[in-house]
């Protein structure tokens, strides 16, 4: 059993209790306008190249097997992607860390040899493994086997999902899982589309199905301004979230601007332009608005 990686981060301590190794499967059905991790979206194995870490050594282009790489003296490096094999190579021989192959087929085993180098810290910190993406869902059969090999070593997990798959999908696959984070980016069905990409409808379905099946979960809301900034969109997912039972609170995420270099790298425009971020400070006045709609609203810190 594989999945397809593209980052495993240790000693994480924001994506549940504790001390945390976070692995990110690639893949993703939503195209959220600020998603932070853009490399995470296609399914399949990405090639990123950071011009500002570049300093034009030349050895990608002379080590580059397919001949993929050349230098533009307008334009400086160009890979051109329709003869690159994705083999990695020039990842290796660039010293400063200007090329990154995102995405990696690996074992469940291989997998839990990386988690378990941490299961003292997991111990003694009440931590564990979170499973982020990209949607884990999508590569769900991977994800139910892995929480299965955490489980025999007694290991806590999480998992960070849309929520956007099938029925079926989500309570094979969380039935195991300790602590759910899901998003709702927003209440309004047409304004999820427009920005996301699909409907809410699935979400919110899922979210009080996993309520139904007693597991735990956090919902966090993205606050992304001239999308769900507005008080009333705010007032109306506090209100939504007030009927689950099972819900520990709701926790914001306010915008802010960290993947922008990961756009350019992959060649790609970054939808939110010069939005500016959101400061923590300036979204205290929502833990309020929570009480008035009973329910904990917690900030935080990006
Ligand atoms: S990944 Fe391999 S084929 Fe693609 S540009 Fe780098 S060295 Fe060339
Ligand atoms: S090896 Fe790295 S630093 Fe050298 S030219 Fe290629 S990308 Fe730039």
Redo the contacts with the bound molecule.
């Keep these: 059993m594989t999945g397809i990686i593209f980052s495993i981060e240790r000693y994480a301590i924001e994506d549940g209790p504790g001390i945390r190794t976070l692995v990110f499967l690639k893949g993703c059905p939503l195209i959220c306008e600020w998603c932070s991790n853009p490399e995470s979206q296609l399914h399949t194995p990405e090639l990123l ?1 950071f011009d500002n870490k ?8 002379s080590n580059c097997p397919q001949g993929a790489i050349h230098h533009d003296r307008n334009f400086g ?1 160009i890979t051109d992607l329709d003869r690159c094999t994705l083999c990695g190579l ?1 990842v290796e ?2 010293y ?1 860390n ?2 990154e192959l995102s995405g990696k087929e690996m074992t469940v085993e291989q997998v839990m040899g990386i988690v378990l180098r941490d299961k003292l810290f997991y111990d003694k910190s009440n931590g564990g493994l979170t499973i982020s993406g990209g949607e884990p869902l999508l590569q769900s059969a991977f994800v139910s086997e892995l929480i299965e090999a955490c489980k025999i070593q007694d290991i806590s997990t999480a998992i960070e999902t849309s929520l956007y798959a099938d029925e079926q999908i989500v309570e094979r696959t969380l039935n195991n899982v300790d602590l759910i984070f899901v998003d709702i980016k927003h209440i309004d069905i047409f304004k999820h589309l427009d920005h996301t990409g699909v409907s809410n409808e699935k979400i919110l379905n899922n979210i009080r199905l996993i309520d139904r099946m007693n597991k735990n979960f956090i919902i966090r809301v993205p606050f992304i301004p001239g999308v769900n900034d507005d008080i009333e969109t705010q007032r109306q997912i506090y209100k939504w979230a007030a009927q689950l039972k099972n819900l520990k609170h709701i926790e914001i995420l306010p915008y802010h601007r960290l993947g922008m270099g990961k756009y350019r790298a992959l060649g790609r425009e970054y939808p939110m332009g010069d939005l500016k971020p959101v400061l923590k400070k300036e979204l205290l006045f929502l833990s309020e608005i929570g009480k008035e709609c009973g329910v904990e609203v917690r900030i935080g810190a990006l």
């Design positions: 190249y570049c300093v034009s050594c030349g050895r990608c282009v490096l020039c021989y660039c400063y200007a090329r």
